[in-house]
Structures are given as C-alpha cells and as structure tokens.
C-alpha cells in the first residue's frame, strides 16, 4: 500500500500540475493501493477551509488513524532524529510511524523523511 504525504495529494488535485498528472500516473500504474493518513487529512482539510471550500474530493482517499502505538513510534523517530543532528517537523516523524506501522510505501516530495529510513520507512519512487 502506498501512503500518500500531503504535496502529493495537493499536485494531484492542482488541475494545472505537470508534475501532479505524473504522480498519478506513477500510482496508477504500480497498481498498488493508496491511502493517507489522518494526519495528513486534517492537512489537507486545512488547506481546502481556508482556500477552496469543496473537500468531496479529498475525503474519497482512504485514512490511516494515528495509534498510540505510532506515537510510540513517532516520539522514538524525532528523538533519534534530533540526536543525528537531523531534527524533522513533528508532523513527518508522525506520518512516517504511520506508513511504518502499517507496512506502507511513504509516497513525498519533502526530503526530511529519508532520515527515517535507517528505521525500516519506505519511500514509493
């Protein structure tokens, strides 16, 4: 399963994105499932209140819930970050306990997760 990170989702819906229809073309064709996760839906349910309005779209995408063993998790990742001298957004150690703890692919532009993937993260290229 392929977790999707939210500027992915975001170039994917932006009907004027080259890069978005190449994203979701990359998706289709690994015939895998998708998803995202809570955190990244209050993301993007965020984005929509306050620009666009219209979220029926974005609440189809299935959504992983944040579990206390992901905060378990999450807590350990951005603690072992900041100790490598490679602290990350709280929001990203979350997201990656999530596709961690759920055997998910982690489909994102931002660079900050490859620090995670000493702890077994996936990243979907």
């Given at each position: 399963m392929?977790?999707?990170?939210?500027?992915?989702?975001?170039?994917?819906?932006?009907?004027?994105?080259?890069?978005g229809q190449?994203?979701?073309?990359?998706?289709?064709?690994?015939?895998?499932?998708?998803?995202?996760?809570?955190?990244?839906m209050h993301e993007l349910l965020y984005g929509i209140e306050k620009y666009s309005k219209d979220s029926r779209l974005v609440l189809q995408i299935p959504a992983l819930e944040y579990s206390k063993k992901d905060s378990e998790l999450s807590a350990f990742l951005e603690l072992n970050a900041e100790r490598k001298g490679k602290?990350?957004?709280?929001?990203?150690?979350?997201?990656?306990s999530i596709a961690i703890n759920n055997?998910?692919?982690?489909?994102?532009?931002?660079?900050?997760f490859e620090v995670f993937i000493d702890n077994d993260l996936k990243l979907f290229k």
């Open positions: 392929i977790l999707l990170d939210t500027d992915v989702i975001i170039e994917v819906l932006d009907k004027n994105s080259d890069k190449v994203f979701l073309l990359k998706i289709i064709e690994s015939e895998e499932e998708y998803c995202t996760s809570s955190v990244n602290a990350v957004p709280r929001m990203d150690a979350i997201v990656a055997g998910c692919s982690l489909y994102t532009l931002d660079k900050h």
